[in-house]
């Protein structure tokens, strides 16, 4: 006798917070993360490219290249200098930002998270990837204020063997076993502290959770 599946009980993702960002030195290591605050929308897209081939008149096989392309996309109402920074390796000269024509930005590893209607919480992180230098978009102010927030988009690609290295993770806190301080060296490496994850303080010393 087969006995029917029980549902799975209903779950919705929503939110964005908790943004956080190492970057990679030239061994791959991260020392160090900081927490950002201000995050409004965060955007992943993966494609993954498929080429069916055709044989005894109709469709025979599909074959899979993988994980072609990562991209993410960040709504944050102020990309701050420390950021710009990290990110793009530009220089900060008596309180200015400085681009020069040979700017190279770093690559970096980025968290963030989204709340679940169970209470719990799902992570996603991403590896290695190299953000574009946004643009400057602003208006005249005419009654209460109305900001736009500055939208940056990163590249991502695999860490360690470009063939089976790892581009994303995504941790439930519904799933059994899940360990944060374990999922943020997933994301970070062994080197960098794992801090308080209900803590957004932009950056400033907080309470390690556990570094190994």
Same mark, same amino acid.
């Given at each position: 006798?087969?006995? $029917? $599946?029980?549902?799975? +009980?209903?779950? $919705?993702? &929503?939110? +964005?917070? /908790? &943004?956080?960002?190492?970057?990679?030195? $030239?061994?791959?290591? #991260?020392?160090?993360t900081r927490k950002v605050t201000?995050?409004?929308e965060v955007k992943i897209t993966l494609t993954n490219e498929q080429k069916t081939l055709a044989a005894d008149d109709g469709p %025979?096989?599909?074959?899979?290249?993988? #994980?072609?392309? +990562?991209?993410?996309? !960040? /709504?944050? &109402?102020d990309v701050?200098?420390?950021?710009?920074?990290?990110?793009?390796? !530009?220089? #900060?000269?008596?309180?200015a930002e400085v681009y020069t024509k040979n700017?190279?930005?770093? %690559?970096?590893a980025t968290l963030f998270r989204t709340k679940l209607s169970n209470g719990k919480h799902c992570w996603f992180g991403l590896l290695k990837g190299m953000f574009s230098i946004p643009g400057i978009s602003t208006k005249t102010?005419?009654?209460?204020?109305?900001?736009d927030a500055d939208e940056i988009e990163g590249s991502f690609v695999p860490r360690g063997d470009a063939d089976t290295g790892t581009i994303l993770?995504?941790?439930?806190?519904? /799933?059994?076993? &899940?360990d944060f301080a374990k999922f943020h060296k997933m994301v970070f490496g062994e080197d960098a502290p794992v801090t308080d994850p209900t803590n957004t303080n932009n950056g400033q010393p907080e309470k390690v959770v556990d570094n190994g």
């Open positions: 006798m087969t006995m $029917a $599946a029980t549902p799975n +009980a209903k779950v $919705a993702k &929503f939110g +964005a917070s /908790n &943004f956080e960002y190492g970057v990679l030195d $030239a061994n791959e290591k #991260i020392k160090e201000g995050l409004k %025979y096989l599909i074959l899979s290249g993988g #994980i072609t392309e +990562a991209k993410e996309t !960040i /709504n944050i &109402f701050d200098s420390q950021m710009k920074k990290d990110f793009y390796g !530009i220089n #900060i000269v008596d309180g700017i190279t930005p770093n %690559y970096v102010q005419d009654g209460t204020p109305d900001p993770v995504i941790g439930r806190e519904d /799933n059994d076993g &899940f």
